[in-house]
């Protein structure tokens, strides 16, 4: 069993119809087990977030309904944010945040029996300080994550609602890290999420379920350097889950400590992490390295990811002034 009690790991679901009518796929927000601050913490309250005004803001493969899809989130990054022992402003804040985008996209490869998922998540957020209401910071957080599975005979692993919980779990998680530690400057220590049995952990673990996952969600860029020899892991899944803490690392302004150049991977789904981290660090390099990789890519939806990530000039949310990496480091004079 994995640790943490029965409430801790029940799962909040949130049902709609799947494309055939003939079943439901259900909406999980991702529980973390509550974190205590040996010192004074610093809590970030949720407000519910807001639903997008148009409909023409959710993209996916079945009918989603927008409101489930913004309570998950909330949950979700609530769960995240009170699991992480964050320290800062003892006052505390309150986030408000609307989904401006929410996408799901799957589809087979063209180089293996492989099929690949993909989430984006746009937020447009404030957030207040509790004890005068004032806002600190506004923005937008965007979290881009992936799932894969065999196109047959994959069981409930390779099911859109197994793909779904994962990505769900990581988005969620990415969004409110970034909030905490990139829009906030908090600290934090590391979330431990929690899952109902050994076998959902086995089926629902995200990317940043991982081994590496806590040092993806720290987003330090001094955190590189550990996983530098698990970019050239045999495994893919270990590839990936490396790439995903160089790209959690990395933000306007920040060091890239991943190497002078980037070889990209065989595997696409390394390759989504590859370019994810590029779109982060969203220096002129990274950004030139982006769109030489769009002439070259032959994954459509890689193909959608580098245009999105180009299109918005990077994904990257730059860190607050106090821990900005020196101009030697800003990503003009380091490569990519």
């Given at each position: 069993?994995?640790p943490g ?10 049902a ?29 309250d ?28 909330t949950?979700?990054?609530s ?14 804040y ?23 998922t ?8 404030t ?29 409930d692993d390779g099911?859109?609602?197994s ?25 934090a ?7 109902r049995?050994?076998a ?12 590496l ?22 495994d893919?899944?270990t ?30 789904f ?6 994810k981290?590029?779109?982060?660090l ?20 890689l ?21 900005k ?12």
């Amino acid at each position: 069993m994995v640790p943490g009690t029965a409430a801790i790991a029940a799962f909040a679901g949130l049902a709609f119809a799947s494309a055939c009518g003939t079943g439901t796929l259900a909406l999980h927000a991702p529980e973390c087990a509550p974190a205590c601050a040996r010192t004074t913490p610093t809590e970030i309250d949720m407000d519910p977030i807001e639903t997008p005004a148009s409909s023409a803001a959710v993209v996916a493969p079945v009918p989603m309904d927008r409101q489930a899809i913004a309570d998950v989130l909330t949950g979700g990054m609530s769960s995240e944010l009170h699991g992480r022992a964050l320290q800062g402003e003892a006052a505390g804040y309150v986030a408000r945040c609307t989904v401006n985008r929410f996408a799901i996209r799957t589809h087979s490869l063209a180089t293996s029996s492989t099929s690949l998922t993909t989430m984006y998540v746009d937020l447009a957020c404030t957030a207040l300080r509790k004890q005068d209401r004032a806002p600190v910071w506004q923005g937008e957080l965007r979290a881009r994550t992936a799932s894969r599975s065999a196109v047959i005979f994959a069981g409930d692993d390779g099911s859109l609602q197994s793909r779904t919980d994962r990505m769900f779990g990581d988005a969620v998680r990415e969004l409110a890290s970034d909030l905490a530690v990139r829009a906030l400057g908090l600290g934090a220590s590391p979330s431990a999420r929690v899952f109902r049995d050994e076998a959902a952990a086995r089926i629902f673990s995200g990317i940043d379920d991982s081994p590496l996952g806590p040092a993806a969600l720290a987003e330090k860029p001094d955190g590189v350097a550990p996983v530098l020899p698990d970019l050239k892991d045999p495994d893919s899944t270990t590839r990936a889950s490396a790439w995903n803490v160089v790209a959690m690392a990395a933000g306007p302004g920040d060091p890239w400590d991943a190497g002078s150049s980037l070889s990209l991977d065989d595997d696409p789904f390394v390759r989504f992490f590859q370019y994810k981290a590029l779109a982060r660090l969203g220096s002129p390099g990274a950004m030139a390295q982006l769109r030489k990789a769009l002439g070259d890519e032959s994954e459509p939806q890689l193909r959608e990811l580098l245009s999105d990530a180009i299109g918005s000039g990077g994904t990257g949310l730059a860190r607050p002034p106090s821990t900005k990496a020196s101009a030697p480091t800003n990503g003009k004079t380091t490569s990519p």
